[in-house]
């Protein structure tokens, strides 16, 4: 099965392309990652043109045969001369089944490297873009970009190429031969290729359309199959197992609709191809037949004629759907090739992370009159003139009603986005000046939504310092109150998480977070509400593992349960993207009608 009707079985249908020079020329830009192969594939190239060269030979020879048998049946010649050209036969055909072999597996092994390198290139690029990137598209289709798009450039270096090529070389040598073979009868093919060209081309159309159709219907049963799978404690809670099941099979229903459509337009066109073409061959055989009776063409031209015409009629069948293909390519080479124009925020290279050449911050950070606006949403401003200073080693709480702007707050300060005016200092330093990614290196998250990846637990906590040793990963988990959890285990620390760390509670889950946190040794700690939703005894253990986490460090903690932040440096209270209330816990109680005072009362009086 080839890779295209794998893409087509998905519910997959990649754009098309138009042909023109623009696009032909993106293309080639991106097929310049066949350089370093460049030996190997100009080689499968001659030696795929010398298999085509060699295909044309068989008719030539299979003519001179039977001219020779029917000589030899008048009496006027021997088998030495058929013997001789069978053997001369079989042995263009084991050349070029060499020389198939050869082009086969240099096409692959080019086409497969090539891509290794492309793909390569394209996820280290999409790791690296800002956040305005990711917030204006969808996952599913930066997936596409490095599966379905990819695939089709694979099978276009390939398949598609390689086979352009080999029907080109058919097409034309067979058309040239078949006119020095017989002009007559080369006539009567050609007449008959504007009705069979036309009739292609309304039938390609309107196949291609139901088969878009189709696939759309497949890929919205694939969707029902998605949400089902996702929302799975839902249907079972709600005993909608039938209802689902219902939903599917009136999916299927509309998409075996759409397909048969298309199969009986298929089952039509497939007719008509093998009526006009074996009409045309019969007609050719009259015509030969009546030439022959008048002594104008010999058995062997005959011969050669009807097998000239058959690598004729094979090309020009293939060429409809290779043109579609390399539609399909130029479209995907482009979707591509513009994910590598993308200016990236920091430089991924492969291998060894190069060491950190920033010394060790203080950990003082400064906002000074910070406004901001989403990308996304020109024209609202989120935060506006923010001042906000945090000494080294204090811990500053953000609270406020949601909406307010506190997680804006802390993507500006981790440069997932940059202000829209003011600056923010890190040691009194813009937070520009800084390596992006040396920056990042001196700071920590533990979210409130802990997301692990599938590997084990011991892999998720040294993602906070990838070359930390079992000793290291072992200490930072006891830190953090985890050890004794994952001992529990029978794997201990090599348990795998499952996705997303589902196999985990939420409190095991924030604990993980927190060693990772603890093993990164940060300069400046974010904590997100990483207390919240939990049962009193993991809030316990994990708020030891807090304090724990935030000594000698700047944190800023987002809280939502003021008890937690009761006793941190200094609160800030933000409503509406500005700064209402700033001071201790005391100092905000003391203020009468204060935002701080109203929160306060509403969750202690619960």
Known sequence: MSRHSRNDQAGVELPKAKLDRESIRQALELFSYLRPYWARFSAALVSLFAGSLLSLAFPYLAGSIVDAAVLQTKGGGN???????????????????????????????????????LRRDAYARLISLPMSFFAQRRVGELASRLSADLIQIEDTLISVLPQMLRQTTLLIGGLTLTAITSLK???????????????????GRRTRKISREAQDRLADTATIVEETLQGIVNVKAFANEGYELNRYHQGLGIFLTSTLRGARLRAAFISFIVLALFG??????????????????SFGNLTRFILYTTF?????????????QLQKAIGATQRVRELLRETGEV??????????????????????SIHFTYPTRQGFEVLHDINLTAASGQRIALVGPSGAGKSTLI????????PSAGRLLIDGKDARDYRLAELRGQMSVVPQEVLLFGGSIAENIAYGKPDATAEEIEQAARQANAHDFIMAFPEGYATLVGDRGIKLSGGQRQRVAIARAILKNPVILILDEATSSLDSESERLIQEALEVLMRGRTSFIIAHRLATVRH?????VISGGRVVESGTHDELQAIEGGMYRHLASLQFRE
Not at 85 to 92: E, S
Request: proline content about 2%; glycine content about 10%.
């Open 79 to 117: 088998m030495s001369g058929v013997n001789g050209t069978a053997l001369l036969l079989m042995g263009i055909l084991i050349v070029q089944a060499g020389l198939s072999y050869f082009h086969y597996l240099s096409f692959s092994a080019v086409g497969q490297r090539s891509l290794i390198d």
């Open 185 to 203: 009868l080369t006539g009567i093919i050609l007449a008959s290729l504007p009705i069979l060209t036309v009739v292609a081309i309304l039938f």
């Open 280 to 297: 045309s061959i019969v007609l050719v055989l009259w015509s030969g037949a009546r030439l022959l009776q008048q002594g104008e063409i």
């Open 312 to 324: 004729v009629a094979g090309a020009m069948g293939q060429f409809a759907e290779l043109y579609s």
């Open 347 to 368: 430089e991924v290279k492969l291998g060894p992370t190069a060491p950190s050449t920033l010394a060790r911050l203080r950990g003082d950070v400064a906002f000074e």
């Open 411 to 418: 993507s500006l300060l981790l440069r997932l986005y940059d």
């Open 568 to 572: 941190v440096d200094r609160i800030i």
